[in-house]
C-alpha cells in the first residue's frame, strides 16, 4: 500500500470545506465588536500633501478613530525598508493611502473618507523607466542611501535607483570579436495584477502591553509577525498572527501589506477590532503588483550559432517602494542569460523607482519578465542568422558540465532542460508548420520557449515541522507554510504516510496557520515549499519514528535495531507477529499491571537552505539557487496574415519536476500557471493615463482569462531526481506561467514574420507591425 | 428600510433591508450564508452567484428588494450533513479547486447550467461558467469536473 503513496493522486486536503462553501476566509471573519477601515487614496501620482483636514470625518458618529500618515512614524518592509504606512509629506502614486478611518461600519467608514479634505501641490512625476534613470529625473525617494535594507542592496544616493545588480563573466568585449553576428533588440512588458479571487485582507486587534493578534489573508505568517514587530518596535512573542484559508496569492500576499494599518488603527481605537478589506478597486489602485520591464539585449554570436557574448541591461519599473523589487532585481539576474550557456556575459539588473503603484512577488518573480525578452531575443537571433530555433537553443543550453553566469556548475542532480525542450516540439510536431489546410488568408505558427527558475530567497531560509501523535494513532503535521490552493499539504501528508507506514487518511495537515503555536517557515513563496517542508517533514518522521522504536523496544524486549515500522506498527523484523501498534505507543506505552512508558508523542524536524551564498556585489559570482527547476513550452498559432487576429490551437508544456509526489496536484499547478501566464501573454498589463492615473482597475478593464479562453494543453512531466529534493522532488509552482508569452509571439513570429517585442501579443499591436512590414 | 420575504434553501425568511442593499451582502451578513464571496462587486467574476428563481445571478448586484418573494439557492443548501452533491463530488474528484475562494460560485453556475441542460457540450459549459473568473486551475480541471457531473446524473450518454 505505503510503496503506492509517493506519484499517487491523493484527494486533495480540505476539498470537502472548499466545496461545501464551509471554508473560512478572512474575507468571511467577524469579530466581537470590530469596526471597518476604509482609506483615503491619493488622486496624484506624485504630490506634495500641504494639508489634510480631517475634523469633520472625526465628529462624524460612529467613527473612532482617523489616522494620517504623520501619526504613524515607522517604516514597514522586508528587504528594502521604504515603505510608510499612510503617506508621509508626499504621494508617489496615484492611489497611495493617504488617511485611514475606522467606523463602526463600512458605510460610516465611507462618508467618513468623503469628509476629509486633502490639498495637493502637484509634482512632477516620473513614469517611464528610461527616463527615471536620467540624471535630471524627478526623484521618487529622497535619501534613499539612508533607507535601512538586508546587506545586500545598494541604494544608489540622489538616483531613483534602490538597488543595481551586476553579473560579469567571462569577457564580453572578447566575446563580441568573435562574433559573426552582433544582433540588438529592445523589449518591453507592463505592469500586470495578481488578480487573487480573494482581495487582501485583514483583522487586527491591539491588546494591553503592547500585544497584537491578527487574522489576515498572508502568505506567510513569521513574515507578518516579524515585519509587523520590525516596523511597530514591538517584541515577536507579543504577536499573534493566524492565517485561515487564504483565496490565492501568486506572491500578491507574501510580505506584509495591511497588516501595521489595521493594527495602528486599532490601537487608536481603544483596542477594537479593525477589519480592512479591498473592493477590487483598490486591489488595482492600492496593492502592489508584478514589476514592468524594459530590457536590451545584445548578442554575440558565431556563424554555427554558438552564442558567444550577451551584454542584457534590465531597468524594472519598480514603481514608489523597491522593498520587494530589489530582490526579484537580483534573483532574476542570477537567472539573467536565460537557460543557456554563454561564456562571456555583462549583466547590469537595475531597481527603478517611477511615480506608480509599486512592484512586489509574483508567480515566477521576475522569470517571466526576463524570459519574454530572452526567449524572443532567442528566435529573432536565430532568423538572423537562419537557424531553427530548435536547433539554436539545443546548441547553446545548459547541460551537465555547464557553468551558469554566477558560477554554479551543472552536475548530475540537476534537471535537463533538454529533455523539455524535446518533448514538447514532439508533442506539437514542431517541425510541420504547413498552412495548406488553412483557409486562406490564415497562416500556422509554432513557437518555442525554454525557462527555468531556482528559488529566490534568503541563503540561509529555513523551516520547520512538528509531528504529533492522536489518542486513536492518527497523526497531525503542524507547519508554518501555507497552502492557498498548491496542494502542498496533500503531497506532505503523503510524505508523512510513506515515511511512517500508515494510511493518508491518519494524517491531518494542520489547516489554520497560527505563530503561536505553530513552528517557524520563512514564507510560504519561490516554489520551495515541497522542497523544503518536505525535507523538514521526513526528518521529522525519522524523528518519530526513532522514538516509537525507542518506546516499543521495551515491551517487545528487541533492540531499536531490530525493529521495523509497517501497517500501523513497530515490529520485530524477523518476527512480525511480534509488534506494538501506533495506538499503544501514541500516548505512552501501558504495561497490562498499569504502568506507563514513553508518554504522549511529539517530533521534530526542520531545514535550512544548503550550501547558498550571496552573490558578489562586482561580479555576481556565488551560489544562490537552491535548485533549478526547467522547463518548456511549444505553442501552435493560428494567424490572420491581414488583421493579425490570431487563436492559439494548442500548448505543450513540460517541465522537470525531480519527482512527482501527487500527480493531479503537479498537473494542477501546469494547468492554472499556465493559463495565467497565457493571461499575461495576451491580455493582461496595467495601462496608465499622461498623467499617472491607472486605467484598468475593474475586471471590465483588466480582463483575465476565462474558461471560453483556454486553448488545449498538454502537460509532460519529466522526472530526474534533485538529490537533495524530497524523494527526489523538486518545485513547480511558479514555473508554468514563465515563458509562456514569449512561446506564444515566437509561434506568431513563425506564422506571418512580424517581430513583436512589446507585451501583451494582441492584434491591435499585430496589425501595426503588419502595416509597417508591408511598407518596407 | 423595506421588508422582504426570502426562501434560502427550503427555509423561509422574512427581514427588514435597506433600499440599496445588495443580495449578496443580505446573504452574508444578515442570513450568514457566507459561502458565496465577494469577489469584485461589480458582477464581473462570479464569486457570488447564486441561483434565484432557478437562474444563476451574480448577487453582487441585485438588490435584495428585487430578489423579494425570490426562491434562492446557495452552496450551504448544496450539501446535507455529510451527503454533497453529485457537482460536489465531481469538483472533488477531477481536483477543480485550489484555493477554494471561487469553488461555491463555480458549482452555483454549474448547477444551475445542469438543472437545465443535464447533457452540456463543452462550449455550453464553457458559455455557462465564462462569468466565474478562477485564477488557480486554468478551468481544465472545471470544465471535466462540469462533464463528469452531467455524466453522474446520467446525462452524456
Keep these: ?63 473612532w478613530s482617523v489616522l494620517t500618515g504623520k501619526d504613524l512614524p515607522y517604516k514597514v518592509g522586508l528587504y528594502l525598508v521604504d515603505k510608510d504606512i499612510l503617506a508621509v509629506n508626499k504621494v508617489r502614486y496615484q492611489g497611495e493611502p493617504v488617511v485611514a478611518v475606522a467606523a463602526e461600519s463600512e458605510e460610516i467608514a465611507e462618508k467618513a473618507i468623503e469628509l476629509i479634505e486633502v490639498e495637493y501641490e502637484k509634482l512632477d512625476a516620473v513614469l517611464d523607466v528610461r527616463d527615471a534613470v536620467k540624471e535630471d529625473a524627478p526623484l521618487v525617494h529622497e535619501n534613499i542611501e539612508e533607507l535601512e535594507s538586508a546587506p545586500v542592496f545598494f541604494p544608489k544616493a540622489g538616483t531613483n535607483i534602490a538597488h543595481h545588480t551586476k553579473i560579469r563573466k567571462g569577457d564580453v568585449d572578447k566575446g563580441f570579436e568573435e562574433a559573426d553576428y552582433i544582433i540588438e533588440n529592445e523589449f518591453d512588458l507592463p505592469m500586470v495584477d495578481h488578480t487573487a479571487m480573494e482581495t487582501h485582507t485583514s483583522i487586527g486587534q491591539w491588546k494591553p502591553g503592547k500585544k497584537v493578534k491578527l487574522w489576515t489573508s498572508a502568505q506567510s505568517p513569521f513574515a507578518v509577525r516579524n515585519l509587523l514587530a520590525n516596523g511597530l518596535h514591538l517584541n515577536h512573542e507579543d504577536i499573534e498572527v493566524t492565517v485561515p484559508y487564504v483565496g490565492g496569492g501568486f506572491g500578491g500576499k507574501a510580505g506584509i501589506h495591511f497588516e501595521p494599518l489595521v493594527t495602528c488603527l486599532s490601537r487608536a481605537s481603544q483596542g477594537r477590532p479593525v477589519k480592512i478589506t479591498m473592493s477590487r478597486m483598490e486591489e488595482f489602485n492600492s496593492v502592489p ?3 514592468g520591464l524594459f530590457s536590451r539585449l545584445k548578442t554575440g554570436v558565431t556563424k554555427d550559432g554558438k552564442i558567444v557574448a550577451q551584454e542584457t541591461e534590465f531597468l524594472w519599473d519598480s514603481g514608489a517602494n523597491a522593498d520587494y523589487g530589489v530582490n526579484v532585481t537580483r534573483a532574476a539576474a542570477t537567472a539573467g542569460a536565460g537557460p543557456y550557456e554563454i561564456d562571456n556575459v ?102 518555442i520557449a525554454l525557462l527555468h527558475k531556482a528559488p529566490a530567497m534568503p541563503t540561509n531560509t529555513g523551516t520547520a515541522a512538528f509531528l ?77 519514528a526513532q522514538q516509537l522504536k525507542e518506546v516499543a523496544a521495551q515491551p517487545l524486549r528487541a533492540s531499536v535495531e531490530d525493529l521495523i515500522i509497517e501497517d500501523e506498527k513497530v515490529k520485530i523484523r524477523h518476527h512480525k507477529d511480534q509488534y506494538v501498534t501506533f495506538k499503544e505507543l501514541a500516548m505512552g506505552y501501558t504495561y497490562p499491571n498499569g504502568n506507563g512508558i514513553g508518554g504522549p508523542l511529539v517530533a521534530r524536524g526542520n531545514y535550512i537552505a544548503q550550501g547558498l551564498s550571496n552573490i558578489d556585489p562586482e561580479t555576481g559570482q556565488g551560489h544562490p539557487a537552491l535548485d533549478w527547476t526547467y522547463g518548456a513550452h511549444a505553442v501552435e498559432v493560428i494567424v490572420d496574415e491581414e488583421t493579425g487576429e490570431f487563436e492559439v490551437k494548442r500548448i505543450a508544456s513540460a517541465f522537470d519536476v525531480g519527482k512527482v509526489i501527487n500527480e493531479s496536484n503537479v498537473i494542477g499547478q501546469i494547468q492554472g500557471g499556465v493559463i495565467q501566464g497565457y493571461g499575461s501573454a495576451v491580455m493582461e498589463g496595467y495601462q496608465f493615463s499622461d498623467d499617472g492615473r491607472l486605467l484598468t482597475n475593474s475586471f471590465t478593464d483588466y480582463k483575465v482569462p476565462s474558461i471560453a479562453d483556454i486553448p488545449e494543453l498538454t502537460p509532460i512531466i519529466i522526472e530526474n531526481a534533485q538529490e537533495d529534493g524530497p524523494y527526489g522532488a523538486r518545485g513547480v509552482a511558479e514555473h508554468p506561467m514563465i515563458s509562456i508569452p514569449p512561446a506564444v509571439a515566437n509561434a506568431v513570429q513563425d506564422a506571418i514574420g512580424v517581430q513583436l517585442k512589446e507585451m501583451p501579443v494582441i492584434p491591435e499591436k499585430l496589425y501595426e507591425l503588419i502595416e509597417e512590414k508591408k511598407n518596407r | 428600510m423595506k421588508t422582504i420575504n426570502l426562501t434560502v434553501n427550503g427555509r423561509d425568511f ?46 453582487c448586484i441585485i438588490l435584495s428588494v428585487e430578489a423579494d418573494g425570490s426562491e434562492l439557492e446557495t452552496i450551504e443548501g448544496q450539501s446535507i450533513g455529510e451527503e454533497i452533491s453529485v457537482i460536489q463530488e465531481a469538483f472533488i474528484e477531477e481536483n477543480a479547486i485550489q484555493c477554494g475562494f471561487c469553488t461555491p460560485g463555480m458549482v452555483m453556475s454549474a448547477k444551475a447550467l445542469l438543472d437545465r441542460n443535464p447533457n452540456p457540450s463543452d462550449e455550453d459549459i464553457d458559455l455557462a461558467l465564462s462569468g466565474n473568473i478562477c485564477r488557480c486551475t486554468g478551468y481544465y480541471s472545471i470544465r471535466d469536473a462540469v462533464k463528469r457531473a452531467a455524466e453522474k446524473k446520467g446525462g452524456n450518454k
Design chain 1, 468 to 544: 504529533k501523535f492522536n489518542e486513536n494513532g492518527s497523526v497531525n503535521l503542524t507547519l508554518s507554510l501555507v497552502d492557498y490552493g498548491q496542494g502542498t499539504y496533500t503531497a506532505l501528508a503523503q510524505i508523512v504516510a510513506d515515511q511512517l507506514k500508515m494510511p493518508v487518511e491518519k494524517v491531518n495537515v494542520v489547516f489554520e496557520q497560527n505563530t503561536d503555536t505553530q513552528p517557524y517557515d520563512w514564507q510560504t513563496v519561490a516554489s520551495k515549499g515541497l522542497f523544503m517542508s518536505g525535507n523538514a517533514t521526513i526528518k521529522a518522521c525519522q524523528d518519530m
Design chain 1, 289 to 291: 503588483v508584478r514589476q
Design chain 1, 346 to 447: 555583462k549583466l547590469d539588473s537595475k531597481t527603478v523607482y517611477t511615480n506608480k503603484i509599486f512592484g512586489t512577488a509574483y508567480r515566477g518573480f521576475g522569470h517571466l519578465e526576463i524570459l519574454w525578452a530572452i526567449e524572443r531575443q532567442m528566435d529573432l537571433v536565430a532568423e538572423e542568422i537562419g537557424m531553427s530555433p530548435y536547433d539554436f537553443r539545443m546548441k547553446n543550453a545548459l547541460r551537465r558540465g555547464s557553468v551558469t553566469i554566477t558560477g554554479e556548475h551543472i552536475g548530475e542532480s540537476h534537471g535537463k532542460i533538454t529533455e523539455c525542450l524535446e518533448a514538447v516540439a514532439k508533442e506539437i510536431d514542431f517541425d510541420n508548420r504547413s498552412s495548406e489546410d488553412l483557409e486562406k488568408g490564415k497562416k500556422r505558427g509554432k513557437g
Design chain 1, 1 to 63: 500500500m505505503t510503496e503506492e503513496m509517493i506519484g499517487k493522486s491523493v484527494k486533495r486536503i480540505k476539498a470537502l470545506e472548499k466545496v461545501t462553501g464551509n471554508a473560512t476566509f478572512v474575507h468571511d471573519m467577524e469579530v466581537q465588536g470590530m469596526l471597518y477601515a476604509k482609506m483615503k487614496l491619493s488622486p496624484h501620482a506624485h504630490a506634495k500633501i500641504v494639508n489634510i483636514d480631517t475634523s469633520k470625518a472625526e465628529r462624524l458618529p460612529g467613527v
Design chain 2, 14 to 59: 422574512q427581514l427588514d433591508v435597506k433600499d440599496n442593499e445588495i443580495l449578496l451582502d443580505t446573504l452574508r451578513k444578515k442570513l450568514n450564508f457566507t459561502g458565496a464571496k465577494e469577489g469584485c462587486g461589480e458582477g464581473e467574476c462570479g464569486a457570488c452567484t447564486v441561483i434565484m428563481d432557478g437562474r444563476a445571478v451574480t448577487s
